[in-house]
């Protein structure tokens, strides 16, 4: 994948199409041009400017020499037994970055990391392990997107979910810009209800994300039923605690008018227990929401255990039995390293 920082020019998918419009103006080629480029991009999947057969040669050479177009370079791809594909993209910096596409019957929804890295170290998680190294442009989420949509033919490409390494608030602007991109009827057209946004609780991000205009979802990492037993698996709950965030939630549901997800990591002794149901009833009296219960996908790095399939079903009983409507996501491609970081945290320990 290339990187701008690499390159002598920006990298063309980060880029908007009134902006795009105006360059042409300014080297004397008509405007429409520019939205023949973006349905190259975006609409037939070009990865190089010779690929854009109806601009003339000359303003070929004009893009080469103000842009970059690459395709990404892929260092892994493994398919899973359920149809999940994941890939490792390397970097021209050697970082590397997984992307995910997770099929379903007539869909596909592609799974996009944010930041080489992680920054907050999350006691269950390989994306954090081997620290943080920088964030992604936009056009680096553009290109993994692109890529999936490119690999995903036999399920139209239709949500997206930013859930990959890195926690995408902390990564705000490239976001944003990446997001209105995925949104714009000349980019990917997809919905921003289609759009999911996961965070560890960036308190002041999730509040600016409410001014945004987007109907973007929100999923908000919880994994934890309170301060006390948050704070021993998120470290970012000493910064952001759950007592300042939940106010936050219900600040961006009044001012969007959108349900939030909660993802809760289901382990066994730690999450999953009757004062867990207690508190979390308590927590969301009152608030439009639903939970999103993740069986934990072992990391070698941490002594945690998955309840077993009663154990979980008895849980999720008693949270709906608490008026909380809860399900437990499936999991998929874990014969292929799919959760969060995997891939990439194996990659670096071979390496």
Known sequence: MTISTDTLHPDIRGVFLKDLEEDF???????????????????KGATGFDAMTNLSPELRAKLKAKYSLAPPQVAAEHHSVDGTKKFLFSMTDR????????????????CVSTQAGCKFGCKFCASGIGGWTRNLTAAEILTEILYAKAKSNLHPLSHIVFMGTGEPLDNYDNLMRAIRLINAPEGLGI???????????????ILQMATEGLQIELAISLHGYNDESRKVLMPVNKKYPMSDLI??????????????TFE??????VTCSPEAVRELSLLF?????????IPYNPVSEFDHKTPSREEMNDFVESLERAGIHATIRTPR????SAACGQLRH?????N
Request: glycine letters at 6%; proline letters at 3%.
């Open 95 to 110: 970082e590397k970055v997984e992307t995910v596409i997770i099929p379903s019957k007539t869909r596909a929804t592609v």
């Open 285 to 293: 009296k009152g608030m439009i929401c639903k939970m999103n219960l």
């Open 247 to 260: 106010p936050a939630c219900r600040e961006y549901i009044k001012a969007t008018k959108r349900q939030i």
């Open 25 to 43: 103006r300014g080297i004397g080629e008509k405007a429409f041009r520019a939205r023949q480029v973006f349905d190259w991009i975006y609409k």
């Open 346 to 350: 194996e990659h670096q320990n071979a």
């Open 191 to 205: 919905a921003a209800r289609r759009i999911t946004v996961s965070t560890c609780g960036v308190i002041p991000k």
């Open 264 to 269: 809760y990591i289901l382990i066994k002794d």
């Open 333 to 336: 491609g874990r014969d292929v």
